[in-house]
């Protein structure tokens, strides 16, 4: 038997149900805060994520699925969405459009190296939103209250956003300093990547999943004693936006983010949902000023964040109470041919009602058909029989109080759209 590759997983009763239901919710919101659904390639040129999420970021170095097609061509399925929907805004030229900024969502699938766990996976879903083309920290705010919008209204209270600003490039060249020289004399004592990241990227040891919770760390100087005064005003303004649109933060002088293209506004949603660990980061994302300029647009400054639809699957399955089993409204009970086929009429006339409704593909007899409309949820039975046909009628009986009504066959779709 040929099985799935590790690290990914099918997506099929009850969980089918919570993805097409995160992918509602969050395409009626984007649309409700006026952003542009936006599809790119789900693999791109490698060197478009080496040049924007970052050369030294465990991302690139360690994670990415890369190949060369069969033109020879170097070719990586995208760990992320940011940088696509960024290189497809410079590439088709979206800066010259009179309506700005540009705003984009999107929704797909993404692939990293990692070892699989709870809530992590090699191929997994991201729902995210892009807005591109304002520095103004009115779009921070707009952004952060969007995701944390997103998870209030799939019944997802407990989370608390965790914001932190780097700063623009001098706040941040000044704490890296900083950061190096009080680190200096501590290096041996933190783990072997951490050693590697005081070379190439020193401030991504602050969130360090092995040393997080060591001394050395804790008392490191926080990055916003660092900020210039343009940056700690900038930061100040988001604060105060989010506290008007009544948002749960909390300030975090740890969080950098695994991405290299971030400065300013940082941000992680957190939700308080037991056992799942590191997995809890259930939306992350922040300002980047800088990276389409690197990709050789125009100077553009954007802010934007993504969300786990596998993580929010787990907690939609964990708070969930009600049984979201697949149910029907109607089913359609027929034996014989004459009945089967004004069966098929009837249950099409109910769709096009927008009545879901069933009715058998396995000539089970009657009594089966009874068993499989319980295990459907039916609430309505309708019981075709060839002698009340002749006489163009219909019974139909009602699954919770077993009562049963003869009803005329043209007033059929009538009765059962009223007592539904
Ligand atoms: P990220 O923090 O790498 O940011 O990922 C965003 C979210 O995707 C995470 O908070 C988590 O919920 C989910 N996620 C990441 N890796 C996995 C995995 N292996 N398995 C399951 N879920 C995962 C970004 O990707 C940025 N592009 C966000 C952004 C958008 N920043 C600005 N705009």
Known sequence: MITRPKGTYDIYGKEAKYYNYINAVFQRVAELYNYEYIRTPIFEDS??????????????????YDFKDRGDRDITLRPEGTAGVVRSYIENKMYGDVNQPKKFYYSGTMYRYE?????????????????????????????????????????IDN??????????????????????????PHIDNLCSDCKNRYKSNPLRILDCKVDKDSEILKNA??????????????????????????????????????????????????????????????????????LVGNLEGPETPCVGFASGVDRLMIILD??????????VDVYVMAINEEE?????????????CEIKCEMDTLDRGMKAQFKQADRLGARLLVLLNS??????IMTVKDNLTHEEVK??????????????
């Open 340 to 352: 089967r086929i004004t069966a098929l009429k009837l249950v099409q006339d109910l769709r096009w």
């Open 159 to 184: 989370v608390t956003v965790k914001i932190n600003s780097l700063g623009d490039n001098e706040s941040r060249n000044n704490y890296r300093e900083a950061l190096i020289k009080y680190l200096e």
């Open 221 to 290: 100087p926080s990055i916003l004693d660092y900020l210039n005064k343009e940056s700690k005003e900038r930061f100040d303004k988001v604060i105060e936006y989010l506290t008007q649109l009544d948002v749960d933060y909390e300030i975090a002088p740890n969080i950098v983010r695994g991405l290299d293209y971030y400065n300013h506004t940082v941000f992680e949603l957190v939700a308080d949902i037991e056992d799942l660990g590191n997995a809890s980061t259930v939306a992350a994302g922040g300002r980047y000023n800088n």
């Open 47 to 64: 060197s478009l994520f080496h040049r924007s999420v970052g050369e030294t970021t465990d991302i690139v170095s360690k994670e990415t």
């Open 387 to 392: 002698e009340d046909l002749q006489k163009g």
């Open 115 to 155: 070892r699989p766990q709870a809530g992590r996976y090699r191929e997994f879903s991201q729902i995210g939103v892009e807005a591109i083309g304002s520095d103004s920290p009115l779009m921070d705010a707009e952004v952060i209250s969007l995701a944390y919008r997103l998870l209030e209204e799939m019944g």
């Open 407 to 420: 009803v005329d066959e043209n007033e059929i779709i009538d009765y059962i759209v009223s007592n539904m």
């Open 318 to 327: 964990k708070i969930t109470k009600e049984n979201i089993d697949n149910k």
